[in-house]
């Protein structure tokens, strides 16, 4: 219980990540008992890099951790010229050396350069290593942020100079949750607003992008002139700066938005009678400069990336869109060439990478027989008209659940998991 108060108290600011703080606290501990680990023959980590997406929080971990560290430090950005910027890192390393116990920052490292992985060795990386080097058993402890470490030589990144690497990547689940909360703490919502929800719809998403979200929904409600920001203003909000949706689904045709509700609703129907609750949001709000909707589903990575099943499930949803706009209007749907192209990569992961089919179908080399590319196209085409049919069956057993998607999303525009779960609860299920 001591050990969880201190870290709420030197990352209070830090929502979540709870191994990644975890894991500065032990440093901070090492900072401040340093006899109790000298005893026992422990050195303190030479320096820790932090890598991910833009976003994730790096930096603000990182300046969380400084200031419960109360030790100086030296920020190294690449605002200098390059002459000048060789000898700011130099002279910051000095500064940290002769103030010793001392932190050294370096924010954005993989920025100090114009280069990428197969030219990595420019001046500011060599100097930051020689840098290091240099203050190695001399207190200074080498903290670094990067967006994309691959800019970055192996020599630099290796053990003994950045003894551990980690990774922050975007939250999700109980982290995303806490997130959002915290974020609408700060702004004045409605009682009935689920975190929970919300933070689903918006899974994948950076730090940054939650909180871009949550302000935009203020703005709109208070351009709205209310009071409280509603359930509406998140939706559209998460609309507009997640899938650049502009408020124009008025302007569009009627006959359009009917046929973009049928191919949503497709998707949506499919993957809640295959795996209930994975859809997160579906829209027919066009979006990046499209007329076409948008069906957002709720991701397990550990278990897309083990289970066969799930991923024939992932195709059968994105057939469900062609299927359902060929059932109710009788015509080819020419929106659904993103979904097959999708659905087709999946099903060559079976051939090639699962060998689900026999090693007679895998293609392992460049310059494969023309027979053996017949045999794996003839399998995948076969299995994508096998899972088209199955879908076309579920809809056309379960059309009041389709019907009922799409007259919603017509009315509401956009939909969430607990509307989809609503409108099922009241329609007759056929599985």
Do not use: W
Not at 203 to 210: E, I, K
Not at 223 to 241: G, P, Q, T, W
Not at 412 to 418: A, R, V
């Amino acid at each position: 219980m001591e050990q969880k108060q201190q870290i709420e108290k030197d990352f209070g600011r830090v929502v979540g990540y709870e191994p990644i703080k975890l894991e500065f606290e032990r440093i901070l501990d090492m900072i401040r008992n340093k006899k109790k680990y000298d005893e026992l023959g422990a050195k303190l980590t030479s320096g820790v890099l932090l890598s991910g997406e833009p976003g994730t929080g790096k930096t603000l971990i990182a300046n969380s951790f400084i200031k419960a560290s109360k030790l100086p430090v030296y920020l190294i950005r690449k605002d200098l010229p390059d002459g000048d910027f060789i000898k700011f890192i130099k002279q910051s390393f000095e500064d940290a050396k002769l103030n010793a116990p001392s932190i050294v920052f370096l924010d954005d490292m993989d920025k100090f350069a114009n280069e990428d992985n197969f030219h990595c060795d420019a001046e500011e990386y060599v100097t930051i290593q020689s840098c290091i080097d240099s203050v190695k058993g001399c207190n200074v402890f080498v903290l670094a942020t990067a967006n994309n470490i691959n800019k970055l030589p192996n020599s630099l990144i290796r053990s003994g100079r950045f003894d551990k690497q980690i990774t922050v990547e975007a939250p999700k689940g109980k982290d995303a949750s806490a997130i959002v909360e915290y974020y609408m703490k700060q702004k004045n919502f409605v009682s009935n607003i689920d975190s929970e929800e919300i933070a689903k719809i918006l899974n994948g998403g950076s730090c940054a992008v939650l909180e871009s979200v949550i302000n935009e929904a203020s703005i709109l409600a208070g351009f709205a002139d209310r009071k409280k920001v509603e359930r509406e203003d998140l939706l559209r909000s998460a609309m507009c700066v997640i899938f650049g949706a502009p408020e124009i689904a008025n302007k569009i045709p009627p006959k359009i938005v009917a046929k973009t509700a049928y191919h949503e609703a497709g998707h949506v129907v499919v993957a809640e009678l295959l795996e209930p609750e994975s859809v997160s949001l579906v829209s027919v709000l066009g979006h990046k400069g499209s007329t076409q909707g948008v069906t957002v589903y709720y991701q397990d990575d550990e278990e897309y990336f083990s289970s066969i099943e799930y991923m024939e499930n992932r195709i059968k949803s994105l057939l469900a869109g062609k299927a359902a706009t060929e059932i109710v209007y009788g015509e080819v749907d020419v929106g659904a060439s993103n979904d097959i192209q999708r659905a087709i990569t999946i099903a060559e992961r079976f051939v090639d990478n699962y060998c689900c089919f026999g090693f007679d179908k895998i293609e392992f080399r460049d310059n494969s027989s023309n027979d053996l590319l017949s045999r794996k196209e003839m399998i995948i085409f076969n299995e994508l008209e096998k899972y088209y049919q199955e879908v076309r069956k579920m809809l056309i057993l379960n059309r009041e659940f389709l019907d009922k998607v799409a007259q919603n999303l017509v009315e509401k525009e956009t939909l969430t998991c607990k509307d989809v779960k609503a409108i099922k609860a009241r329609c007759n299920i056929v599985k």
